[in-house]
């Protein structure tokens, strides 16, 4: 048993087109998914590049920015103050002690940046013509002013070669304090002359950029350092640009994406080493998705394959168990085959039973074509016997009223002659619509002699219809049906419209009245006689008649269509293909 087992699934199963089918579903899948992924992770590592360094010219972006609003602010702030009228007139004045209400003035006046902004510590302006040096503190002699060393440095320049923003050292009680310092140039003439001066507290001045975490950065001034988050760096005064080269570098023991970006507008170059651990930790998280959309792209990637795979599998897997099922029927024989895969077993299988059934197929046919011509004769049957008696009825009642000073029975036997001769002359089913017409003609000429005034007919028919073929008396029963059943029991003259036309590869008849219709109750009843495949001998006959055979012969989705409205009339259509 075990063995046989073995057997089975290493000979067959393994064979299947099941596991055919999974691997060819697994490699077309997988194919495009292993593309993609390796699609992905070199997209990955650029977008890893290009976002580190966005990441870090961002961090350049705004401190830059930040800077320069900074001392665009102090200078225009310092261009005011030059501007001042009291300014102006301590400029020019030499002897200070008659403009006191003004240096009290001026006080106030460059007091007010120092208010505002917590990183300005002073601001005084310096009169070259005068000799002093005003500040929120007072008036001050320069010989005596603690700031002079800064001054003279920046006064014994050139003017064109002067520094207006410089870092500057001042001694105060024993120490050093180093400042950013903003200088801007007063000149109203020859004797008219200063400097305003603004001094910011670096550490505070640093706060105010908003620097990242883990950020250091630097701001220089071609190769001199203004501004630098490391105090070891900012002591140095000098800055190297080798430590700021563009790419991912190793400083005082941790991973930093370094870079340098120059200002062109101002001129400053900033330096910014941003610490990559922070970012780091923001790509271990895209990793980290990245990695667990794969497993699950992979894993649904099996589950779908499988899905697919037994969903294609199952009517193979039905076909072979009802051919194993029935094997022994169709070939007389246990088992015919044992294949490599369940497509070759079927075909054997039917390569066999074809081999000894070869004339089942025509036999078959034969007996159906003689079934349905046996089914279309019984129901045909059935409607002469119900018209023959309905005519001879006709005739004697016309026989009655003419007695016989007119030859109106002669013209409705002679037209009930043609109807039958009509019927019983030809066995063939299939007419032209052409003779199904004539047919009803004559069968109308006997109703209009009994109903003289009681209908009129109106004959619609495009002329490529009468060439179309359609089987024997199925519009005479319906026009039967819209005389007796509609414009019989009207008061006045009725109409009966019968037309015909083509739709695309369709035929349709219709055969319309303006009687008194039906109710919707008597309409789905008659639907539901149209449906049943067995025909009611006291309900409708000749519509059920008529759609049966319809149906016999041109199949299922042909035959009647029934619209009736109370008060309003009827329009049974009959549905064929061109044929």
């Known amino acids: 048993m075990r063995k046989r087992i073995k057997d089975y699934f290493e000979n067959y199963r393994f064979n299947s087109l099941f596991f055919k089918n999974l691997y060819m579903l697994l490699l077309l899948i997988m194919v495009p998914i292993i593309g993609a992924i390796g699609l992905g992770y070199f997209v990955y590592q650029n977008m890893q590049k290009n976002e580190i360094q966005k990441y870090g010219e961002n961090i350049c972006s705004e401190i830059t920015a930040q800077m320069k609003g900074i001392i665009q602010e102090a200078e225009v702030e310092l261009m005011y103050f030059g501007m001042n009228t009291n300014v102006e007139l301590y400029l020019y004045d030499k002897d200070l002690t008659q403009y006191n209400y003004k240096v009290n003035s001026i006080r106030d006046l460059i007091h007010m940046p120092m208010i505002i902004k917590d990183y300005v510590e002073s601001v005084y302006i310096y009169s070259v013509y005068s000799g002093y040096v005003i500040s929120p503190m007072g008036v001050a002699a320069y010989e005596n002013w603690e700031g002079r060393a800064v001054l003279d440095d920046y006064v014994s320049q050139e003017k064109e070669e002067r520094k207006h923003i410089n870092i500057t050292e001042w001694e105060e009680e024993s120490s050093t304090k180093r400042y950013f310092t903003v200088f801007c140039d007063i000149d109203y003439g020859r004797d008219k002359k200063g400097v305003a001066v603004m001094n910011m507290r670096i550490s505070q001045l640093l706060e105010e950029l908003q620097i990242p975490e883990g950020t250091e950065i630097c701001i220089a001034d071609g190769d001199k350092i203004l501004l630098a988050s490391d105090n070891t ?25 370094s870079l340098a970006r120059t200002d062109a507008e101002s001129g400053l170059t900033v330096y910014v080493q941003a610490d990559m651990s922070n970012y780091q930790d923001r790509l271990s998280h895209v990793r980290f998705l990245i990695v667990l959309m794969i497993i699950v792209i992979v894993w649904l990637t099996l589950i779908l394959s499988f899905f697919i795979s037994v969903r294609l599998f199952q009517p193979i897997e039905k076909i072979v168990e009802s051919v194993k099922q029935y094997n022994s029927i169709l070939t007389e024989e246990q088992d015919i085959f044992l294949g490599k895969d369940e497509l070759e077993y079927i075909l054997k299988s039917i390569q066999k039973s074809v081999s000894a059934k070869k004339n089942i197929d025509t036999e078959l046919m034969e007996r159906i074509h003689l079934l349905k011509k046996a089914q279309a004769v019984a129901l045909q049957s059935q409607i002469n016997p119900h018209f023959i008696n309905n005519a001879l009825e006709t005739i004697n009642w016309s026989a009655i009223e003419l007695l016989g000073s007119r030859n109106e029975i002669s013209e409705m036997a002679g037209a009930l002659s043609k109807m039958l001769r009509m019927s019983l002359q030809s066995t063939d089913t299939i007419v032209p619509v052409q003779t199904e017409i004539q047919h ?14 009681k209908f009129q007919v109106v004959w619609d028919i495009e002329p490529e219809v009468y060439e179309c073929r359609i089987i024997r008396i199925v519009l005479q029963p319906l026009v039967e049906n819209a005389i007796y059943h509609g414009v019989k029991l009207l008061s006045n003259k009725g109409t009966i419209t019968i037309s015909g036309k083509l739709i695309e590869e369709f035929v349709e008849l219709s055969v319309t009245d303006n009687g008194l219709g039906m109710s919707t109750q008597e309409l789905e009843n008659l639907q539901q006689v149209l449906r049943e495949r067995d025909i009611r001998e006291n309900y409708h006959i000749g519509v059920a008649n008529v759609n049966q055979r319809l149906k016999l012969y041109f199949g299922e989705e042909y035959g009647l269509r029934i619209e009736s409205r109370e008060g309003f009339g009827t329009k049974v259509t009959i549905h064929i293909p061109k044929n």
Do not use: F
């Open 440 to 453: 009803c003609k004559y069968y109308l000429e006997i109703q209009e002699k009994r109903y003289e005034d």
């Open 233 to 257: 760096l900012a002591q140095q005064g000098v800055c190297s640009t080798e430590q700021y080269d563009d790419g991912i570098s190793i400083y005082s023991g941790k991973e930093y994406y």
